[in-house]
T-cell receptor, first 108, second 112 residues
Framework: GQSLEQPSEVTAVEGAIVQINCTYQ??????LSWYQQHDGGAPTFLSY????GLEETGRFSSFLSRSDSYGYLLLQELQMKDSASYFC?????????FGGGTRLMVKP | DAGITQSPRHKVTETGTPVTLRCHQT?????MYWYRQDPGHGLRLIHY???????DKGEVSDGYSVSRSKTEDFLLTLESATSSQTSVYFC???????????FGSGTRLTVV
């Protein structure tokens, strides 16, 4: 089976840095993805880690450690528009299994 | 973008009636997926397709069927809708160029 655990809620202030952790137990693991979803919207792709280490895309970075079955999404220079839900997802070939999501609230 | 559209965007239906949701894509992607999203459960896979007439079950397939007679269309059918199927349904396609999904805008289904 597949299961991914992430915190249900995180709060941070504008301009700060926040880290959203994800631990997983999956079979046939190819990599870890992250998606952002604003209220009422569709999930949108943020990043994908197939290999251990850090991937950086602008203000967002994602990390994977296969040996620890662990990854995180790092958001820097937080902006109000970053308030959204963030999902980690394990990639098993062409199929994704999603965690329950972390609701990030950015305060002024 | 990937040119993926879902219809209808909103639907209210009565318990026991059949309902079909449509997902249409314009870029010839092989893999298409149907997910449902409920509070506290994230996104859960219902069915997916890996080609015309090739489909398989996901995590929560009971009460749902799918069909893919053309590459561009993937249909999700609730044969006899129940209140437990009230949810937001998302269709997605898999983009090989970034190893990620692109989601449609979703269908909000309410079964009364």
């Amino acid at each position: 089976g597949q299961s991914l655990e992430q915190p249900s809620e995180v709060t941070a202030v504008e301009g700060a840095i926040v880290q959203i952790n994800c631990t997983y137990q999956t079979s046939g693991f190819y990599g870890l993805s992250w998606y952002q979803q604003h209220d009422g919207g569709a999930p949108t792709f943020l990043s994908y880690n197939a290999l251990d280490g850090l991937e950086e895309t602008g203000r967002f970075s994602s990390f994977l450690s296969r040996s620890d079955s662990y990854g995180y999404l790092l958001l820097q220079e937080l902006q109000m528009k970053d308030s959204a839900s963030y999902f980690c997802a394990s990639n098993a070939g062409n199929m994704l299994t999603f965690g329950g999501g972390t609701r990030l609230m950015v305060k002024p | 973008d990937a040119g993926i559209t879902q219809s209808p965007r909103h639907k209210v239906t009565e318990t026991g009636t059949p309902v079909t949701l449509r997902c249409h894509q314009t870029e010839n992607h092989r893999y298409m997926y149907w997910y449902r999203q409920d509070p506290g459960h994230g996104l859960r896979l219902i069915h997916y397709s890996y080609g015309v007439k090739d489909t398989d079950k996901g995590e929560v397939s009971d009460g749902y069927s799918v069909s893919r007679s053309k590459t561009e269309d993937f249909l999700l059918t609730l044969e006899s809708a129940t209140s437990s199927q009230t949810s937001v349904y998302f269709c997605a396609i898999f983009s090989r160029d970034r190893d990620g999904y692109t989601f449609g805008s979703g269908t909000r289904l309410t079964v009364v």
